[in-house]
């Protein structure tokens, strides 16, 4: 059985920064690939950030580009996801996500991940 478990959340002012990490457990993490989707208060989950398994290729949603950065650390069984230049429409709970998969391809539907943690909450705010 998958888990993951995010961490990292928290209050900033806009214009700052966090950094976020999702543990999986229950398998071997390069056996997936994961991602981050967020759903602002009273708006749609929506698609951040994915990254296969290799962490060869990562795809962004157009609004993070140049202020989020995803990597993942195979030996740590986690993925992180670095928040920059925070903005007031950042405010969301972020859910990490995995799918089993093996090849290069990153996926955005919800759908496609089997695996979610419970969310982080992230709020930008002066």
């Known amino acids: 059985q998958v888990q993951l478990v995010e961490s990292g959340g928290g209050l900033v002012h806009p214009g700052g920064s966090l950094r976020l990490s999702c543990a999986l457990s229950g398998r071997a993490f390069t056996d997936y690939a994961v991602g981050w989707f967020r759903q602002p208060p009273g708006k749609e989950l929506e698609f951040v950030v994915g990254?296969?398994?290799?962490?060869?290729?990562?795809y962004y949603t157009d609004s993070v580009k140049d202020r989020f950065t995803v990597s993942r650390d195979n030996a740590k069984h986690t993925v992180y996801l670095q928040l920059n230049s925070l903005k007031p429409e950042d405010t969301a709970v972020y859910y990490c996500?995995?799918?089993?998969?093996?090849?290069?391809?990153?996926?955005?539907?919800?759908?496609?991940?089997?695996?979610w943690g419970r969310g982080t909450q992230v709020t930008v705010s002066s």
């Open positions: 996500v995995a799918r089993a998969s093996s090849d290069y391809n990153v996926l955005k539907e919800p759908s496609a991940y089997r695996y």
């Open positions: 990254i296969n398994w290799s962490g060869s290729n990562t």
